[in-house]
């Protein structure tokens, strides 16, 4: 089974500081997702990696992809309370299937 | 264009008692996925259908959950009986390709059930 380690678990941050969350596996996954989830609603995509060593830039947002395809990293400049919510790591396994990881909840205060 | 359509959204009953999720995904998307979500935590899949065929239940609890697609189109997911330990957000996803996990999973606001 594969399991998706993320950290940390919960990051309360003062607005403009900037944070790293990690996605942590022993597994290779042929692609790699980050949701965000905000209370009463379900996780929406905010990106797919898909190549070992990928960086993708969404406005103050990065996000890598391990070299090895078994972990990657999500960065946050300037956090914004706009930015808070539930940051999910998802790994693409076999044929259509999707493992989620342990989830890491963001609240940034004004 | 419409989301991802889950009923009903709350849900409270007591253990041993059955409950229903309804599901309706995306109108074209093949591929539907039921995942229950414990408070705070990463969501876990259930079931995951291919049009109306199951492609992964490994970890559907099936002495007590089941789940259908009969057309290929909508889904429910029952629970019968009810334990306390599946008080928790129950997600369903639609994808277009859901292929190879590099698809999209449009998530609808998930219904929550309290066991109690």
């Known amino acids: 089974t594969q399991l998706l380690e993320q950290s940390p678990q919960f990051l309360s941050i003062q607005e403009g500081e900037n944070l790293t969350v990690y996605c942590n596996s022993s597994?290779?996954?042929?692609?790699l997702q980050w949701y965000r989830q905000e209370p009463g609603e379900g996780p929406v995509l905010l990106v797919t990696v898909v190549t070992g060593g990928e960086v993708k830039k969404l406005k103050r947002l990065t996000f890598q992809f391990g070299d090895a395809r078994k972990d990657s990293s999500l960065h946050i400049t300037a956090a914004q309370p706009g930015d808070t919510g539930l940051y999910l790591c998802a790994g693409g396994v076999g044929f259509q299937k999707l493992v989620f990881g342990t989830g890491t909840r963001l609240l940034v205060s004004p | 264009e419409a989301g991802v359509a889950q009923s009903p959204r709350y849900k409270i009953i007591e253990k041993r008692q059955s409950v229903a999720f309804w599901c309706n995904p995306i109108?074209?998307?093949?591929?539907l996925y039921w995942y229950q979500q414990i408070l705070g935590q990463g969501p876990k899949l259930l079931i995951q259908?291919?049009?109306?065929?199951?492609?992964?239940d490994s970890q559907l609890p099936k002495d007590r959950f089941s789940a259908e697609r009969l057309k290929g189109v909508d889904s429910t997911l029952k629970i019968q009986p009810a334990k306390l330990e599946d008080s928790a957000v129950y997600l369903c996803?639609?994808?277009?390709?859901?292929?190879?996990?590099?698809?999209?999973?449009?998530f609808g606001e998930g219904s929550r059930l309290t066991v109690l």
């Open positions: 259908f291919q049009n109306n065929g199951v492609v992964d």
């Open positions: 109108s074209g998307h093949a591929t």
């Open positions: 597994s290779v996954f042929s692609s």
């Open positions: 996803a639609s994808s277009f390709r859901g292929t190879g996990g590099t698809g999209e999973l449009f």
